[in-house]
Structures are given as C-alpha cells and as structure tokens.
C-alpha cells in the first residue's frame, strides 16, 4: 500500500548550495523532518545548478519521510542569465535592461517546456516571450 501524503511544502533554493538556514530549516523544521538529510539528498541533486535558483516540491508522508522532486529554474531566472542582467526593469514598458536572441528564447523553452501549461513549442514560447516582456528584455532575431 502506498504511503499516506500528510501534506506538500513548496520552496525556492539555490542548487547545490542549500543550507539548513531559513527557508529551508523553519519550513522544514516545523513538520519535524530530517533537515540535514534533506539538505544533502538536495544539495547532491542539484549540485549541477550550482547556484541557481530552483523551485523544489517536497512530499511530507504520515511516517516523517519525505520525497521531492525538483523543478526547472523560474523562466525569470533563466531569462536573467540569458540576458546577463541582475534583474528586471521597474518600467518594463519604457525602460528596457537588457536583450536575447530568438536562439537564447527557444533554449530557455525548451528547458521551461515540462513545467509549463502549453501543448507544444510554439506556444510555450509565447509564455517566455510575455515574462521576457514583462522584465523589460527584448527579444532580437
């Protein structure tokens, strides 16, 4: 028989380098999980993400156990990497911070493709492209 799921805990962590410090420890800590255990199985895991920010859903079962599956990195992650910036214009409207090419875009698709609510690559773009927009990065061809 299955276990029991008593209940989800969902999180951002930067890969490879979790630490017990918060987020990860009160949130963990208050349902009486391993946190050290956690944050090896984690750390080893993402060690080829070192250092980017990914999103990380954890199964809490009835018996204290725990699974979690990692996510893709946020596309705003993604986008800012592509793009070399720091972070997203205040006035994406006006201000723009930085640009990617139509290459950078379909990469960062293709990565996001799994998690995202699209049937195939083409619209899936079109969901980068609105968060690209909304951080002020053009898209060039």
């Given at each position: 028989m299955a276990k029991?799921?008593?209940?989800?805990?969902?999180?951002?962590?930067?890969g490879g380098q979790a630490t017990p410090a918060p987020p990860i420890g009160p949130a963990l800590g208050q349902h009486g999980l391993n946190i050290g255990q956690f944050v090896s199985q984690f750390n080893e895991r993402t060690k080829d993400l070192n250092g980017t920010t990914v999103p990380v859903v954890i199964s809490v079962y009835a018996d204290k156990s725990f699974t979690f599956e990692v996510k893709s990195p946020p596309a705003s992650v993604?986008?800012?990497q592509a793009a070399e910036i720091a972070k997203g214009s205040g006035v994406p409207n006006?201000?723009?911070?930085?640009?990617?090419?139509?290459?950078q875009l379909r990469k960062i698709t293709q990565a996001k493709f799994k998690d995202l609510n699209a049937y195939d690559l083409d619209q899936a773009e079109k969901?980068?492209?609105g968060t690209a927009r909304s951080m002020g990065v053009e898209i060039i061809d």
């Open positions: 029991k799921v008593a209940f989800n805990i969902k999180l951002q962590a930067k993604l986008i800012k006006k201000e723009k911070v930085g640009n990617i090419t139509a290459e969901i980068i492209k």
